[in-house]
């Protein structure tokens, strides 16, 4: 009988995955709300932006005057309180 290889891959549990889709739509979430028509720079409201991760934070940094910001800059996110052991958001929603 042949292998399925799909059943065999190495994966997430059911609980890791859960937990990963889970902040992804919380995070797809908030950037809709946070940003409706696509990402907005606070300090120039430019547009055109580049993106990089540090510390486990995803940040835009904006092309036209270089400011950086995080999806949780000026949230409740921002609160160390309110984020997850690893940085990243914990969304109770
Ligand atoms: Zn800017």
Redo the contacts with the bound molecule.
Sequence with gaps: MAMNKVQFQAGLSLPAFTAVWFEAQCRKSLFSARWPEGFR??????SA?STFKRDGQIYYQ??????QTTLLAGTMFEAPSCRSPSGSLRCTC
């Excluded at 904006?62 to 400011?67: G, I, Q, V």
Aim: charged share 15%; proline share 8%.
């Design positions: 720079c606070p300090a120039c409201a430019g932006h904006c092309t036209d005057c270089r400011h």
